[in-house]
């Protein structure tokens, strides 16, 4: 039985049109960003793992399930898409209810499953009206609604804070960590690269149909040798302290902050430079705090992908 | 297994049937559902005029008639021997003609014309210088015509166009109407195996299509009846297979919902284009009967027309080909027709479970 989300060299062609190529990933649980720009493959790789298209080549293995049984998978993978489209007719409540009910519960706990779901979504005063009615922001609140109502293990999510205010996007935000603190894989694509920081445990960088990048923030950083790891010193003699930084041979440019207060260091190898920075910060040279500037997504998905189309 | 199974078909049918009956675009489907009902109504309506003339003229004979007395009058009797017979006329015209007897002199012919009734047929007397030429009795009804006229409405329009299309829009719609509207994914999101959403869709426009076009047979089969007084309604119900042949219609209708929705189901989810399958389809059922016999099992219209109760003859003068039409050139028993259109479905419904199975989801491509 397996305990991870797994692509076996799976690529997927749409026609001549490629979506995604030679993926291999290998999923732990805990929140795993799919970051890249429009077209890199992320909702692609997303409807893969929920069998909503079929790969060209290779095989996804959802925990213990394959996507070719929907009956199976689904009854421990809930998936919130990007399509912002509804069944004509319905209230938010019964648009959750209903289809709770396609998966063989009766009417009494498909309903309490569905309203406790609106309620963890922050939607309950709406969910009588028509879905038709509904802002964007309340549409993306019942789709989540609907992914999370069967408390899935694996929780697949298509650019969920999109269209969500500020209050939403934060309350949004605690709610995928506490159902990844309860164990579960929860798989989220998102442009907001900030939010991907606050967000993720893990993130795989996708490109052209690539996956450039997977794993944790830090280790895909450490990875990229061809820039130098930035760290953010603040202290009370700059000038002179960069002055000692620079006879570091780890040390490779030492830029002080405008407001005079601050240091930015690029080094080679920042593990060693943490550990001899205790060494050179004496003779009265107080340090307020030492911090890395590039070790975010922000930073590893511009060295890697580069800028474009990216909301910081 | 199979209890969680009929769960979901409840439920995959419970969400479909509020789309497909109240679905603006389904509108029409109602109309051709309706079209065969509004015609009969139409002729209820003339027929319930006229028998209300027929008793008026009824009521103003000298003494009430009977259809025999009508039947007793023949060319050649006088008209005192029709007056002595139904009385005096209560309508009643003539007019004057003159006829050149030779070439010298005109003579003046008397024409007459008496109008009786007996409250369901007319009686047309044409008299000239008093003697009958022509007894022409209108019997108010033709019960064996007008179940041929039945019979005709239901095979070439009813089940031919109405039910057809009446499918075509339904059926055809419980996948390609998802995939146009987007919202086909939440379907297929959920723990239920594709084939069994596919047998609740399906279920859901069978039931649909039965209740619609079932209805509406069942009211134009109650219209038609009601046409006719007590006595005939009676005589054509219990006496002349009325009842069975209403069983049969309402049959042929559910299985020819079966057999085209399954058609038109395995469309929807085959072709982007639903126009050229349904057009093909078409064009298959209308050549069916010049098709080679094996291929000709084919078809649901083929099992179909053997199930239906009444034979229509056709016209004197019809040709070969066009009787073709009518009539099956292989006629085949009734439990294997009902056997075949089943077979036919299944066999498509199979075809379709396995499509299903492959489905994805691509809107952007639609």
Redesign the interface.
Known sequence: MSDRIVFQDVSKFYGEILGVNRVNLSIPPGVTSLVGPNGSGKTTLMNLMTGLVRPTRGRVQVLEYTPDEPEKLFAILGYSTQFDSFPKGLSGFQFVSSYLRLAGKDSDTADQLAWRAIERVGLSDAAPRSVASYSKGMRQRIRLAQALCRNPRVLVLDEPLNGLDPLARAEMIALFRAVAADGCYVIISSHILHEVDAISDQVILLSNGYVVAEGQIHSVRNEIQEHPAQILIRCNRPREFAAKLMVNEQTIEVRIHNDERGLLIKTRDPDRFYLTLNHMAMNGIEIESVAPADDDVNSVYEYLIGNDEVVR | MIL?WW??IR??I??EM??TF??RRGLWIYILALLPLLLFMGHDFVMSREQARRQRLASQSERQLTYPDLLGVQPGMTGQDVIARLGKPPRRYHWNERRQSDPTSLVLVLHESFHYSDGTNDLYVDLADGKVTNANLREGYNLSEDIVVFAGVFQFFYLRLAIFFGCLGIFMNLFRG?IL???L??????????E??MVGKFLAGLLATCIIFGTSELLQILVFATNYSPNVRDLYLYQNHGLASAAAYLGVTVLACLGYGAFFLASGMLFRNPILPAAGILIWEAVNPFLPSLLQKFSVIYYLKALCPVDIPSPPGTSPVLALLVSNSDPVSAPVAIMGVVVVAMLVLYVSSLQV??M????T?E
């Open positions: 969680l769960m979901q439920s995959v419970r969400l509020k789309k109240f679905a998802e509207d987007k919202s994914h939440f379907y297929f999101l959920e723990p239920i195996r594709r069994v959403l199975r492959r994805e989801i691509n809107y491509t």
